[in-house]
Nanobody
Framework: QVQLVESGGGLVQPGGSLRLSCVAS????????MSWVRQAPGKGIEWVSN????????HYADSVKGRFTISRDNAKNTLYLQMNDLKPDDTAVYYC???????RGQGTQVTVSS
């Protein structure tokens, strides 16, 4: 059974950092394009970042470029999102997603507030 479970969210002050984790089961994440997406209160889903299989090419939304880093640990079958210099506009529920079929986890809440 394919499953994604996110963790690592929380309340952080502006300028702070968090690292989100997404543990995958039922498939090998290194064989798939994997993404992080987010949904802010009252808004639609926003794509944040991709990491491609093979060469581990990464892409980022302009809003997070230079602040967020996507990575994965194939041995742990886990996807990560390192978030630095967080801003209030980063407040959202963050989901890891397998884009080929849209499977997402339950999400983890990130709140950036002083």
């Amino acid at each position: 059974q394919v499953q994604l479970v996110e963790s690592g969210g929380g309340l952080v002050q502006p300028g702070g950092s968090l690292r989100l984790s997404c543990v995958a089961s039922g498939f090998a994440i290194n064989m798939y394009l994997m993404s992080w997406v987010r949904q802010a209160p009252g808004k639609g889903i926003e794509w944040v970042s991709n990491i491609y299989s093979g060469l581990d090419t990464t892409h980022y939304a302009d809003s997070v470029k230079g602040r967020f880093t996507i990575s994965r640990d194939n041995a742990k079958n886990t996807l990560y999102l390192q978030m630095n210099d967080l801003k209030p506009d980063d407040t959202a529920v963050y989901y890891c997603q397998r884009p080929i079929d849209g499977i997402r986890g339950q999400g983890t809440q990130v709140t950036v507030s002083s």
